[in-house]
């Protein structure tokens, strides 16, 4: 099993639909959790951290974790266009060395 | 403005020559790190440090070198690049550690001939 897991897509959302995108992860000691938004060409950037269970909300941007199922979710409402991307998902992993591990990450197009 | 930077932004070379990829953070970030990008591999760490003069292996260290003796900078070093150090390099740093947000460099493409 993967250290952390995405689908890849690419997966396709009409314009003002909610985009759903998923991420597990194997270690269950891991506490922080992160989205990061990568345009074609460009350098990772952070959408959003989440160390608790439950949802956090920031905008049109909602990230969900329940570390009983080892599972993240981002959720992004009302898609725009500017939102296609590939997105990333990133867990600390705490089993052995401390490490950052990211998932190979899910492509979206928001189509118009 | 604060940034991280890298050097050079592209770069082809030929296999056995050495180089090195410059990493400068203007944040006064402790924590420092490398990665490289590969299509289907996604984002694996080459080395990382947690402060000055302390370095360790991420998940991909072989053929790489790096050093720390400024908080500042984090160069990484390839001392006889092959071709399967192709690859997009991404330097970052973050406030403390793997806890915090990372701030990313703009990439670094390197072509190993």
């Known amino acids: 099993q993967k250290e952390v897991e995405q689908n890849s897509g690419p997966l396709s959302v009409p314009e003002g639909a909610i985009a759903s995108l998923n991420c597990t992860y194997s270690d269950r000691g891991s506490q922080s959790f992160f989205w990061y938004r990568q345009y074609s060409g460009k350098s990772p950037e952070l959408i959003m951290s989440i160390y608790s269970n439950g949802d956090k909300e920031d905008g049109r941007f909602t990230a969900q974790l329940n570390k009983a199922s080892q599972y993240v979710s981002l959720l992004i409402r009302d898609s725009q266009p500017s939102d296609s991307a590939t997105y990333l998902c990133a867990v600390n992993i705490r089993q052995g060395a401390q490490k950052l591990v990211f998932g190979q990450g899910t492509r979206l197009t928001i189509n118009p | 403005e604060a940034q991280v930077t890298q050097n050079p932004r592209y770069l082809i070379t030929v296999t056995g020559k050495k180089l090195t990829v410059t990493c400068s953070q203007n944040m006064n970030h402790e924590y420092m790190s490398w990665y490289r990008q590969d299509p289907g591999l996604g984002l694996r760490q080459i080395y990382y440090?947690?402060?000055?003069?302390?370095?360790d292996k991420g998940d991909v260290p072989e053929g790489y070198k790096v050093s720390r003796k400024e908080k500042r900078n984090f160069p990484l070093i390839l001392e006889s690049p092959s071709p399967n150090q192709t690859s997009l390099y991404f330097c970052a740093s973050s406030l403390r550690g793997q806890d915090n947000e990372q701030f990313f460099g703009p990439g670094t493409r390197l072509t190993v001939l």
């Open positions: 440090s947690m402060n000055v003069e302390v370095t």
